[in-house]
């Protein structure tokens, strides 16, 4: 079974990165793009990112997770820390974010490092979601193999039938990415792309344009 994509063809003509125009800081430019995300973008989740995690065989895995803050001290994202990002993460706390908007015709690539948030600030944000996303989070022993959907329904109805509290598991928390550089791709025409890198060199940052 096969099949031809090379008939795939689009323009991309919607921006451009002149280093002029840019803010020396690239946490000031990541937040100037995501409101535009928000504002002019059809994106239905701006916030979805990849995360690229290497395990300690050495095999990369890259699945779809959700920014839910971030600041000048990082990028921050929760998950079950006994899950396979959460271990592959515990064995080498290298790892890639990855923004594609599509709408806007951008890119941003994030390399960095991985730490655990603190114990308080993984409780206040637990306690903050809707009831259903943190009884999934009780319920569900990520990444584990399980013998059926039925075995997991089961065990969600029976964690809603007997009232169980809304506890934050100890093995759940948030990871704030610290990144090292942030890459800024803006589609252009005849795919003579815009690359703007920012690499972090003693705590300064540096930008300098890629060829496309």
Not at 42 to 67: G, H, K, Q
Not at 120 to 149: L, M, T, W
Request: contains cysteine; positive net charge; charged residues 25%.
């Amino acid at each position: 079974m096969s099949k031809d994509l090379s008939g795939y063809r689009d323009k991309y003509l919607k921006g451009e990165l002149n280093e002029i125009d840019l803010p020396d800081n690239p946490f000031l430019l990541f937040s100037n793009w995501f409101d535009e995300v928000e504002k002019f973008g059809t994106e239905i989740e701006p916030n979805a990112m990849s995360l690229s995690t290497v395990s300690s065989d050495f095999s990369p895995l890259t699945r779809i997770v959700l920014l839910k803050k971030f600041s000048e001290l990082g990028f921050i994202f929760f998950t079950n820390y006994n899950s396979r990002k959460g271990k592959n993460i515990s064995d080498n706390s290298n790892v890639c974010l990855s923004f594609y908007w599509p709408s806007m015709e951008r890119q941003v690539i994030i390399q960095g490092v991985s730490h655990k948030i603190s114990e308080h600030d993984s409780i206040e944000y637990f306690n903050s979601r809707p009831k259903s996303s943190r009884v999934g989070a009780i319920v569900s022993n990520q990444s584990e193999v399980i013998p059926s959907r039925n075995y997991i329904d089961e065990k969600l109805n029976n964690f809603i039938s007997n009232n169980k509290k809304l506890i934050k598991p100890k093995n759940w928390g948030g990871f704030n990415v610290v990144p090292s550089s942030i890459e800024f791709w803006q589609g252009r025409d005849n795919r003579l792309h815009d690359r703007i890198i920012f690499f972090n060199e003693n705590k300064n940052w540096i930008k300098k344009r890629l060829s496309p």
